[in-house]
Structure formats: C-alpha cells, structure tokens
C-alpha cells in the first residue's frame, strides 16, 4: 500500500547497537525574546555566541545539532511556569528546554516526498524545516528528511541507518514518504569542531 503524507518531526526510537540506554532529557535555554516557535521533534542548534539554543534550519548544513527538542518549561508573560511539548515564542522569561541530545539516539522520521532508497543506507543525509509545526494535538514538528540531500559527505547532520520496520503508513519503502531511521552524523558530541 503506498505511503501517505506524515510529518512528525524527529521522534525517539532506540538507540545504536551496543549503545548504552539513556533515557535522560538534558536541559538547555531558549532565550525568552526569541520570537520562533520550536516544536516537539524539531532538529535545535545552538545560537551564535550565547548559551541559547533556537530551532536548526536546513541552511545550517554542516553545523552540529545540539539535539532533538522535546517540549519546554516556560513562563507566559504576567503568567506562571507551564509545560508545553512546543515553544510558543516570546515568553515571559528564559525557557528551560528539554533535548534528547545522547550521541547514540535514533529517530524516526519521514521523506520530504521522494521516497529514500535502499541503496541510501549508511549514507548521510539532511532535512527540510516543513511548515514549522502545529500547534494542536501534541505540537509536532513537520521537519523530514530530504531525499535530494543523500550524500557520502560529512555536512549532512544525520546518518541514514534502516527502513521503518513497521507496517502500514510510511513502511512502504518503495513509494513517496516513506519513513527511514537515523542516527546524528554532525552533533555536538560528535564532531571534532566546536559548537560556536
């Protein structure tokens, strides 16, 4: 049965083979001004020159991802401290964000439209922003990957490792949308250059 269309961002899956389990979600900020919404499986990376991190965008080819963003505990302004799964933008004070950001994730996430290949695994590959989210039932990302960026590069900030093992939507691995694995390529526990 072909695909469907499915955004839903990066979403959590497992780990490496071999890999240590780590359940913990780190904690950065998001800087209470910053006017962009960041949704629940969003790509981030962090702010040039602060200690912020904002959502990455597919212009940021090889700069390392901090990590996937994973909801956040903000404070509306004139309000008090809530959780939200996605960042609504300008806050009342600095966010504190929660980031799957273990070097040995993997994530689950769908083609931008043409369907990845077989022959594309174990190569890297980027992604596209989408619409940037929803912010109903849950506040996904509609980040995907991006077929036309499979590469042997190093640039590219994921690493394609399996087909989607399931069935029904997205396990079509010969139609649009399909639904791949990764792992991070370029991240900031990975990469031999600093995060600036």
Avoid: E
């Amino acid at each position: 049965m072909a695909n469907t269309q499915s955004q839903f961002g990066f979403q959590h899956y497992g780990y490496l083979p071999g890999s240590g389990v780590d359940y913990q979600l780190s904690k950065y900020q998001v800087q209470s001004s910053y006017a962009t919404r960041i949704f629940f499986g969003d790509p981030v990376v962090k702010s040039a020159a602060s200690p912020y991190i904002r959502p990455a965008t597919a212009s940021t080819g090889g700069t390392a991802i901090v990590g996937i963003f994973q909801g956040c505990q903000y404070t509306p302004v004139g309000g008090v401290p809530t959780y939200s799964p996605w960042f609504p933008a300008s806050v009342g004070a600095d966010a504190t964000a929660y980031v799957i950001d273990a070097p040995n994730a993997l994530f689950k996430v769908a083609a931008l439209l043409t369907a990845v290949p077989s022959t594309a695994m174990g190569n890297n590959i980027g992604f596209s922003t989408g619409a940037g989210g929803t912010t109903v039932g849950g506040g996904f990302s509609t980040y995907t990957v991006d077929f036309a960026s499979i590469s042997t590069a190093n640039t590219a900030q994921f690493r394609l490792v399996s087909f989607y093992p399931g069935i029904g939507n997205g396990s079509d691995t010969t139609t649009s949308y399909n639904w791949v694995i990764v792992a991070f390529n370029q991240q900031q526990y990975q990469t031999g250059t600093g995060v600036a």
